[in-house]
């Protein structure tokens, strides 16, 4: 994988969330790389209520690292 993450850098607090949810999409693809795969898998955890809570715990998690990267945009 190429340097896709320079920095965590961003000018405010929206493209911060922006990044932590690619952080998240980033993780998922390199922990299973067989697209086919994340296809398949995908049906699964769409539907699953605690599955979903779980993703947005990752990106919640992402997202108080680049906040704190930012300073909290101070």
Do not use: C
């Not at 980033?26 to 067989?34: E, G, L, S, Y």
């Amino acid at each position: 994988m190429t340097d896709w993450l320079p920095s965590l850098i961003t000018k405010t607090p929206a493209e911060g969330y922006d990044l932590a949810v690619k952080l998240a999409r980033v993780a998922v693809k390199m922990t299973q790389p067989d697209a086919a795969m994340r296809e398949k898998l995908r049906p699964v955890y769409a539907g699953d209520a605690d599955s979903l809570i779980a993703s947005s715990q990752v990106v919640a998690t992402h997202f108080a690292t680049v906040a704190a990267a930012n300073g909290y945009w101070r």
